[in-house]
Every structure is written in C-alpha cells, then in structure tokens.
C-alpha cells in the first residue's frame, strides 16, 4: 500500500512538471518561478535515487525541455542538449568539486580549472556548420530532438552565414543563446511579457520576415559534435569562437578555486542592473576537454557543469527618481522608479519603499544602486542600498511636508495603541478636496467589490476627471454621454454600452454601498457588519447626528478606530453632499438576513477567474446568505475554490496541491440548488 502511495506522488509530479515544461518552452507562459521549478525536479530526482522501481519516460532525468512543436521539422541533435544541475550557495559548490575530485580519483590539493560564463535567460539554439558554412539551426526542443528554425535564425545578423577561419572544424554544432537586449525590449514591451518570451515568440514565427522585425542577438558558448577540432579547453575554444565572427559574453573568466567562483558570482551580481541583457546565473564548466570527457554525464546533464542561479525574486537596479503617490486615505506612498530589471520573469521599472520611516532606515537616495525584491504576488520593493557603489553627490530624499496635489499640511497621526506617531504620513485634506484622494476615492467606489461598474476603469477615472467630466461619484450617474461619443477612442456603441452598466448599477446593496464610499478603516467586513446592524440606509444616514454614532459601539467587530473614522467622514460638508444627491439617485437595499442553516455551511469558499452572468462581489453575497464563508488566501482551510473563464492560474495549481476541491460555476449552481 505504502509503495502505491509513493508510485502515486511521484507519478503525480511528473505530471506536474510536464505542464510547466510545456507552458514554459511551448507556450512562453510559465507557470511557476524558476526556483520552485528547481526545487520540484530536485524532489523527482530524490524520489528516482531513493525508489529505484520509479521511472517515467517524462522524467527530468530522461529529458530536457519540451517537445517540438508541429509547426516546424524535427531534427534529431547528433549530441544531445542537456540542461545543467543548479547550486545555490557555498556548500552547493564545495560538494561539486569534491564529486569531480572523487570521480577523477583526485587528491584535495588537486586545482580545478573552471570556465565561469554568465548564463544569458534566453532562448537555446543549435547552429550547424558544414565546411565553414551555416546550414542547419535548431532549438532545443525536448534536448533529443529540435526545431529546424533555420530560416529564422538566418535574419539574426549576429550569426556568421560563412566562417573564414582557418582552424575552423570541417563540421561542427556551435550552441549560444537567442536574446533580445533591454534597450531593444523597450520599444517592443506592449507585445510581450518578458525579453525571453519575445525572444521565444519571435524564433517560432512561421514567417522568417516577421522574425526578421525583432532585433534577436545570438552569444555562442558551447558546441555539440564537431570534426577535426584542435582545441584542448573550453577558454581556447571561446577565445576561437571570437576569431570566427560569433559574439561571446565579455564577462566570461577562468578561475581556480570555489573561494573565487563565488567573489566573481559576488562581483557579477552587483553589474547586473548595468548589463543592457538578463542573466540569471552563472556556468562553470571544467575548463580541459579531456577532463570532461571522463567525467561524462549523469542522467541528462554533465558532471563536469552546474548552474549557479541568482535569486529569482531579487535583482540589483539603480533608482532612476522617487516619486510620491497618494491614496485614497491620503496616505503618502513613495514609489523608486528604477532603471528596468528582470525579476523571476516579470519586467520591473517600479518598486515601492513603503514610507517615510524607510528611506531614513535604509537612507535610500535618487541614484543608488539597490537591491530589488519582488516575492510571490508581492509588490516590488527596495531591500537595501550599496553603499560602496554611490556616488558623493547624491543627496538625502526629503519627504514632502506639503501634499504634492494639494498643498495641504502632510501628518503623521499618533495611534493611542501602540502610543507611537504612524509611520505613513497622510495628507491632512478631508473628503474630495484633493484632487488625487478625489481620483482614489471614484477609483474606489467603481471598483468590483464595491459599484461594479464594468468597462468603468481606472483609466477612465483619470480621464474623465482630468476633463471634469466627474469631480464626485454622484458625476457618475449623470454623465453628458453626448460629449463622450465625440472622444477618441468613444463610439456609439461603447458609451451604450457605458450607460447600460452605469444604469445597472444604480441598484446596490447597503454594505456594497457604505464600502464604496472608501470610508478610511472600513473594508469590506465593516462594512457588512454595520449594513446587518442598521438594517437600511435611512439609520445609516442618520449617522451624521452625532449621538447616533454611539450605537456602533453595540458591534462586535467595530471599535473607536473605526468609529472615529466614520465620525470625520460624516463632518465633512462634500461628503455629506455626495450621501444627500447619491441617495436621491439610488435605490440602495436593506440588509439581507443570512439564513443560519443554509446550504453551504461550514464551507469556506474562494473566487478566481470571471463567472457567467454574475459579478464577484454578487457571488460572494450569493455564498454567505447560504452560510458560507469566503477566504482570502488558499490553504487547506479552503473547501472549495470557483473556476470561471480565465482563473488565475497559480492558484488552481495551489490548489490541486492541497487537493481542494475545484468547483466550475455550474457545479456550484448545483450545490445551491441554483440554475445557471
């Protein structure tokens, strides 16, 4: 039984790296950061050495990649194309060279030579010359079997058609990287993620002269089989590489010594922010070819290489500016903007430094080379700055005691908890007298959990009001459609379509309603737990008398944070306006009673991806009037996760992981005794 069990995890991981295998080779959408990738296929391996009755023929160990696609031929590689092991750290290193040593049978003081070479995050190509001329280019493929992508590889001028070398083989598979340089990705980052997926996307176009728009570069690093060579090293063999035309990676060194591989690995991690291409790593190969070639391969990859990986979800970049943003609360947010960088996949240019208190911690400067973390779904934010690598005439940032949009006094409030100054300083300015906390707000109060309104985006906030088309969200519902049609970009059917969603909307439930007033402290629960309360919108308004406001104090879940925080909302004269002219114009909702016993109780529930013919914030309501609940975050508290069109990918994984029960929106229909 325990031996079924075992047969069964490792089955099931192998079908787990297959579809991240195709989503990253095939369709350049990975699934998953490199180093959970690395840490999945280090378990499979394990499981491999520990269970020798394990074997799958989709096993990381017996292939590389993904396989070719049926756009292009298939080519068998004369010498297969293995993907290399991973270290991490120090001792990852130290247990490398001893393996080689005991391998080679080689004493401790015995000096490996190795080749370091930073490694491109690129596309891998095979270039096949035959008497000193181009005439066959592969891709990788599944590493047994490529693309012939010979016609695109052709447009890439830094590709030599005919070599002239004199000690050039008679037939050799040069190997490099397809890439596209940062300064290049600029003027096409509207159509791709990520420099690697254009690089991707452009080798595998059907259609050489569509490939021949993008500015691919190629650096040569390695070779498959070759005839008649007389090389002896790989550094000769680099240094040959030039001669012939092919570019390689200035940065390349040999050294001795696992001392030294890390301080150049130290010292090419700080230039990454200065390299105009990404890499994310760097190789080591034993620099003799007859020391190789004893050493040979263990299962698809060479015993005499290994990758050694930069964090994935950090990179060192320098702060181009810092700009400060303003919330709906007023809070005063500073943003680095930073020269771009690529972290785990994702092309960053901003990163948040949190608040005031943090640049005088980190003593952060416009100028600094910094380090940049970007974890999971997490906002890119500066860790810390180089101190060696600034310059002394870079200045302390000094944060605005004037609020930059309206030229308020900016405060830090004194929380009686913790009997400490806030570390957010907020500007002072109440309501919508702000022009940015004005913008926030009617971001905030269209938005999925609170109005709903489709097709009603924040960018459309931004440029209705800076055309004050809309000052306050009551502007909303009385919008001069005529003059919108007249706009680039507006049509009769698209402002139809406006006015039909803006009319749909002006019926709304009183806790979606008091949410959408972004009231600072009442998120989405408060605001639940004041509609059950009050019942209706004409208590909740008369909230504005003073003595009135004593009866939330009867709420369990509600406190004098929050209550001191409805009590200046209702003392501003614009807010009051907006409730008086919002509530004329709405039919707002009692509160709904939730059935105690409902269908769902006990069950604990998650959205991802758009459902049919319901809004989010309606199917949330849907689930808790059944005595449901709805959790924020997947983990095994979660019973059931709802899958609509286009669900978010990572956490369908998740929770296949945790084995959640996924649930399509007919199937939840179904438990709610509901049709779709």
């Not at 008497?131 to 066959?136: D, I, L, Q, Y």
């Not at 952060?364 to 180089?386: F, K, L, M, T, Y």
């Not at 409805?566 to 114009?585: E, H, R």
């Amino acid at each position: 039984m325990e031996l079924e069990k075992i047969k069964k995890k490792y089955k099931k991981k192998i079908k787990e790296i297959l579809t991240y295998n195709e989503n990253y080779y095939d369709k350049n959408d990975p699934l998953i950061s490199d180093k959970k990738y690395d840490i999945l296929k280090k378990e499979i391996f394990e499981l491999e050495k520990k269970y020798d009755f394990l074997t799958d023929e989709n096993s990381p160990s017996k292939i590389v990649g993904f396989r070719p696609s049926k756009n292009f031929r298939k080519i068998k590689h004369k010498v297969p194309m293995l993907s290399l092991s991973n270290a991490f750290d120090e001792n990852d290193l130290i247990n490398f060279e001893k393996r080689i040593s005991n391998f080679l049978d080689k004493s401790n003081n015995f000096k490996i030579e190795y080749s370091a070479e930073p490694k491109i995050d690129g596309i891998s190509a095979s270039l096949i010359y035959r008497g000193g001329k181009f005439e066959t280019g592969l891709s990788r493929g599944d590493g047994k079997e490529g693309e012939d992508i010979t016609e695109n590889l052709k447009t890439i001028k830094d590709i030599p058609e005919k070599i002239l070398g004199t000690n050039f083989p008679q037939e050799i598979d040069i190997r490099g990287e397809v890439f596209i340089q940062n300064s290049d990705f600029k003027k096409i980052s509207d159509k791709f993620a990520n420099p690697r997926n254009a690089a991707s996307g452009s080798l595998r176009q059907k259609n050489p002269n569509e490939t021949k728009k993008i500015p691919l570069k190629f650096i040569a690093y390695t070779f498959g089989h070759e005839k008649n060579m007389k090389i002896k090293t790989q550094g000769e063999y680099l240094k040959n590489l030039s001669k012939w035309g092919f570019k390689i990676n200035p940065l390349n060194k040999i050294i001795v010594g696992v001392k030294n591989l890390l301080e150049n690995y130290k010292n090419i991690e700080q230039k990454r922010d200065s390299l105009d291409f990404d890499i994310d790593g760097i190789v080591y190969k034993v620099n003799n070819f007859d020391l190789q070639k004893r050493l040979g391969n263990v299962a698809n990859a060479p015993r005499w290489a290994i990758a050694h990986k930069f964090s994935a979800n950090s990179g060192i970049s320098q702060i181009l500016n810092i700009e400060i943003q303003i919330g709906r609360t007023g809070a005063l947010t500073p943003v680095a903007k930073i020269k771009p960088i690529n972290i785990g996949g994702v092309l960053v240019s901003n990163a948040t430094l949190h608040n005031e208190e943090e640049i005088i911690r980190k003593d952060i400067r416009i100028g600094d080379s910094v380090v940049v973390e970007r974890a999971g779904d997490v906002i890119p934010h500066v860790v810390s700055v180089n101190i060696d690598k600034r310059k002394s005439d870079l200045k302390k940032f000094t944060f605005p005691t004037k609020c930059p949009s309206c030229g308020s006094d900016t405060i830090k409030e004194f929380n009686l908890i913790t009997k400490k100054e806030d570390a957010v300083r907020r500007c002072s300015s109440e309501g919508y007298e702000c022009e940015k906390i004005s913008i926030e707000k009617i971001k905030h109060f269209v938005s999925k959990d609170a109005f709903n309104i489709e097709g009603f985006g924040k960018k459309i906030v931004e440029n209705f009001r800076n055309l004050n088309l809309i000052k306050l969200p009551q502007d909303i519902f009385t919008l001069d459609y005529d003059k919108i049609e007249k706009m680039d970009g507006w049509g009769s059917q698209s402002v139809s379509n406006l006015k039909y969603s803006i009319e749909l909307r002006k019926n709304i439930s009183l806790e979606r309603f008091i949410y959408a007033l972004g009231i600072r402290h009442i998120g989405l629960e408060n605001a639940k737990l004041i509609s059950k309360h009050l019942k209706n919108k004409k208590k909740f308004l008369e909230l504005s008398k003073v003595d009135n406001l004593d009866e939330l104090l009867n709420i369990d879940g509600i406190g004098e944070t929050q209550i001191k925080s409805i009590k200046n909302f209702f003392n501003n004269s614009t807010n009051l306006k907006v409730l008086n002219n919002l509530q004329k114009i709405l039919s707002i909702k009692d509160a709904v009673e939730f059935k105690k016993n409902g269908l769902l109780k006990d069950k604990t529930f998650m959205l991802t991806g758009k459902l049919e013919g319901i809004s989010r914030a309606e199917a949330k309501s849907l689930i808790e009037q059944n005595s449901g609940s709805i959790i924020s975050n997947i983990s095994k508290k979660l019973d059931y996760l709802i899958v609509g069109k286009k669900p978010t990918k990572r956490k369908v994984n998740t929770a296949k992981e945790l084995q959640i029960k996924i649930l399509s929106q007919v199937d939840w229909f179904k438990m709610l005794n509901k049709r779709s």
